[in-house]
């Protein structure tokens, strides 16, 4: 079992920045890539980044150039830093751990982000 706690967000003029950090504890020795997701309201849960123990990221187009994944392996953190924020990132941002062993993920509860128009 892992459990993910999200921390970080809040409320931020656009164009301003905010750095979300995901911390995973328990059974961590399997998890192999972290990332994270949004989702605004009445909308799909959407890709943001993910990064895996190797380093290898992925972005979502609507992020890249903007945001920064980034993890401490030695930690079981991950952390995105969001620059530029514009209103259409306003969501909940959840952290997603993905477990090799039981080819399975694992969610944090969410935290929000809002930048108003």
């Known amino acids: 079992q892992v459990w993910l706690k999200e921390s970080g967000g809040g409320s931020v003029q656009p164009g301003g920045s905010l750095r979300l950090s995901c911390v995973a504890s328990g059974t961590t020795i399997s998890i192999n890539a972290m990332g994270w997701y949004r989702q605004a309201p009445g909308k799909q849960r959407d890709l943001v980044a993910t990064i895996t123990t190797d380093g290898t990221t992925t972005y979502a187009d609507s992020v890249k150039g903007r945001f920064t994944i980034s993890r401490d392996n030695a930690l079981n953190t991950v952390h995105l830093q969001m620059n530029s924020l514009k209103s259409d990132d306003s969501a909940v941002y959840y952290c997603?751990?993905?477990?090799?062993?039981?080819?399975?993920?694992?969610w944090g509860q969410g935290t929000m982000v809002i930048v108003p128009d």
């Open positions: 997603t751990a993905h477990d090799t062993f039981v080819s399975g993920d694992y």
